[in-house]
């Protein structure tokens, strides 16, 4: 089956064509070319890629990918739920440019946080401490709700970047719209550090999200959660408790190139699965391709 990596992102350090908000320019590279080198290495035929920050909302690099390799690149989009138009943008975005997904970011819902992209993180925390008309909504807000149905509507899941204190928005937009695939990301938030699984407070609600058939989760980014290097074994238990709750059809694995970079390189995490023992053929292959190919298509 072929290995589909589900979750990475790209970007240009090109100033000219692709400009990035000042102080938002990442410390790795994450160039097509070096991405393509690493997965013809690591023999993985495919991979989502999702629209990172830096680029904002500007999808122009990941669309030039795609065109030149539409037998190895899919793409998930950032919308901006403050435009009046962003249900529109979804369609388009969807319908006219081959999009598979829409990410939601927490921080897209901080009014002002997109006219201040120009200021560091730390910069922003502190000018929201003070800017009265920089407040943060939730992501089941009415523009959420919309953006989420819509996504819906088109066939095509959302994606959460989130942290476990977002799980009650999600499970309000699971409950309420069932119809709409969901997927949340790197491990929900979730640090090894808050426990074994049964008594992780977090990572224990994050596996009883499993009620709602239509939610995958990706096992990605094992950085986040761990406490070890490569090949992160501490989180081994965190994602043999998953495939019990889940089952293996509804994770997927992705190694959130290019930050993997200065974390053990791409090569050496796209074998971490292969790597956790007690996990059957079947369920190894659902893992590493057979749930993204289900839920994004076939990668040809």
Known sequence: MAKIDSHLHVWALDDE??????????????????????????????????????HGFDHGYIDEAIKAHPDRFKGMALINPQRIDAVDQLDSLVSDQGYRGVRFNPAMWVYGVIEHLNLSPAERTEHFKTCAECQVQHLNDDAGKAIYEKAGDLGVPVGF???????????????????????????GGCKVAGGAPGSNPDFDALLALARHPQLRIKVSGFVG????????????????????????DRLMWGTDFPWIQSHGGYVEGTRIIDQIPDITDGDREMILGGTAKSLFGDWS
Do not use: C, K
């Open 225 to 248: 959660p761990s406490d070890q290097v490569m090949p992160h074994e501490d989180t081994w238990p965190m994602v043999n408790a998953l495939i019990g709750s889940f089952g293996a």
């Open 17 to 54: 064509r692709y400009p990035m908000p000042p102080g938002r320019v990442p410390n790795v590279p994450g160039d097509v070319d070096r991405l393509l080198s690493s997965m013809d290495e690591a023999e993985v035929d495919g991979a989502l890629i999702v629209q990172p920050i830096f």
């Open 161 to 187: 970047m989130v942290s476990p204190s977002y799980f009650d928005q999600i499970e309000d937009l699971l409950t309420e719209l069932p119809g709409t695939p969901a997927i949340i990301d790197h491990f």
